[in-house]
Nanobody
Framework: QVQPVESGGGSVQAGGSLRLSCAAQ????????MNWYRQAPGKEREFVSG???????SYADSVKGRFTISRDNAKNTVSLQMNSLKREDAAMYYC????????????????WGQGTQVTVSS
């Protein structure tokens, strides 16, 4: 099992938009919940958004109404559309995949990507 790979980070002015993507290796014998976390310098890693295998989504209060998570099960990708970016959104964003068993076969442990940097300037 290889790590998921994030892309789409960059530098944007406050009020702008970015779209992050994460490509994960398919695991056909397990379901996968896909999440985005972020970590700013000097702060702990925090949950941003998640989407369950069935499509249910969740968001941190700080990003509700501005960020939208989606997944493409055929491509094993998860995306995060980030609009109305604020300076406080600047951080390293990490993709996280948690696997859940479908049957007797054990699933891989949780996977984390290397991260993609988001910078927001005023």
């Amino acid at each position: 099992q290889v790590q998921p790979v994030e892309s789409g980070g960059g530098s944007v002015q406050a009020g702008g938009s970015l779209r992050l993507s994460c490509a994960a290796q398919p695991v056909t014998y397990c379901m996968s919940d896909m999440n985005w976390y972020r970590q700013a310098p000097g702060k702990e890693r925090e949950f941003v958004s998640g989407i369950l295998s069935g499509g249910t989504t969740s968001y941190a209060d700080s990003v509700k109404g501005r960020f939208t998570i989606s997944r493409d099960n055929a491509k094993n990708t998860v995306s995060l559309q980030m609009n109305s970016l604020k300076r406080e959104d600047a951080a390293m964003y990490y993709c996280n995949i948690n696997y859940k068993r479908l049957n007797w076969r054990a699933c891989p442990p949780p996977k984390w990507g290397q991260g993609t940097q988001v910078t927001v300037s005023s």
